[in-house]
Nanobody, 116 residues
Framework: QLQASGGGLVQAGGSLRLSCAAS????????MGWFRQAPGREREFVARIWNGGTTIYADSVKSRFTISRDNAKNTVYLQMDSLKAEDTAVYYC????????????WGQGTEVTVSS
């Protein structure tokens, strides 16, 4: 129900835009987030956008990444600029109802590799 795409190989300092298309859920009423998991590490929070558009970011990506959503297209985006080698990970999108305390939906992940 969540299909992530846009990952790939990029040089340090470059940019990528990830997309996550949702189906089968009330996208407009869901909080959407991006997470990532680097090899040998636990999954970590990257960014979140509420249904009203408010955003929050992990300190490690603040000012470099931008999360946005297009409710007409049922899609959430993650624009990643000034990429660093430490951003290398599999990126997952997730969604939850506003009233939920945990994410109800997860995408399959898209791999981002940043070469230094």
């Amino acid at each position: 129900q969540l299909q992530a795409s846009g990952g790939g190989l990029v040089q340090a300092g470059g940019s990528l835009r990830l997309s996550c298309a949702a189906s089968g859920l009330s996208f407009r009423s869901n909080v959407m987030g991006w997470f990532r998991q680097a090899p040998g590490r636990e999954r970590e929070f990257v960014a979140r956008i509420w249904n009203g558009g408010t955003t929050i970011y992990a300190d490690s990506v603040k000012s470099r990444f931008t999360i946005s959503r297009d409710n007409a297209k049922n899609t959430v985006y993650l624009q990643m600029d000034s990429l660093k080698a430490e951003d290398t990970a599999v990126y997952y999108c997730a969604g939850r109802k506003v009233s939920s305390t945990s994410y109800d939906y997860w995408g399959q992940g898209t791999e981002v590799t940043v070469s230094s």
